[in-house]
Every structure is written in C-alpha cells, then in structure tokens.
Nanobody, 129 residues
C-alpha cells in the first residue's frame, strides 16, 4: 500500500525559503516517478514539478529557477526546495506517485495530476508580503 507523508510547510515572508519533504513507503520507489502539486482555494490543482526515476526533472514555468525537486532513492524521500517564495505560491502542497508502465522510459515524468494515482495528505504553505 502506497503511503506518502508530506512535511515542512509553514508560514513565511516573501523572499524566504522552505523545504518540503515527502516520506514514501509501501512500494518500490525506483518503479515510480514522483511529483509535487499545489492547490490554492478556488483554483485547480497545479503540477509544480516532477522527477523521473533517473533524476530527470520538469518544472512549471511559474517556479522555474526558484524551486528544486530532488529525491533520495535509498531513503525513499522526495524533497522540494522553495526559494524566493512569493505570495502567489500560497497553497496546499501535495506529493504524488505514479508507477511507470513497462513502456515508460526511466527519464520520463509528467506534471499532469490526472496521471497520478497516489497522493499524500498535503502540507500548507503560506507566503505573506
């Protein structure tokens, strides 16, 4: 059973940094690609970043250059380093996992939420100006 537990959210001022973590268990981590998503009140869930099995990454344009996704396969931990935070980054942040099919390359990941089957409970990030 896939379990994803996020931590590290909080309230910060604009320009500050936060690091989110996601502890994964219940599956073979290398068989999955992972993603971070966020959802603000009244808005659709947005794919912030994803990371493939081989470490290849993809970012939303809104966070490119400010956020960094990384993973520790041995520890089954996914991280999101968020620098220079802006008020528009305020949202609930979710970790998600998607098992690769036999036809999916190890360098591939997707930021589309519809591709993900397993989700954490979320951690709140609030950025004030």
């Amino acid at each position: 059973q896939v379990q994803l537990v996020e931590s590290g959210g909080g309230s910060v001022q604009a320009g500050e940094s936060l690091r989110l973590s996601c502890a994964a268990s219940g599956f073979t981590y290398g068989d999955y690609y992972m993603g971070w998503f966020r959802q603000a009140p009244g808005k659709e869930r947005e794919g912030v970043a994803c990371i493939a099995s081989d470490g290849s990454t993809s970012y939303a344009e809104s966070v490119q250059g400010r956020f960094t996704i990384s993973q520790d396969n041995a520890e089954k931990t996914l991280s999101l380093q968020m620098n220079n935070l802006k008020p528009e980054d305020t949202a609930m942040y979710y970790c998600a996992a998607r098992r690769r099919s036999p036809y999916t390359s190890i360098w591939y990941c997707s930021r589309a939420s519809s591709n993900f089957n397993d989700w954490g409970q979320g951690t709140q990030v609030t950025v004030s100006s």
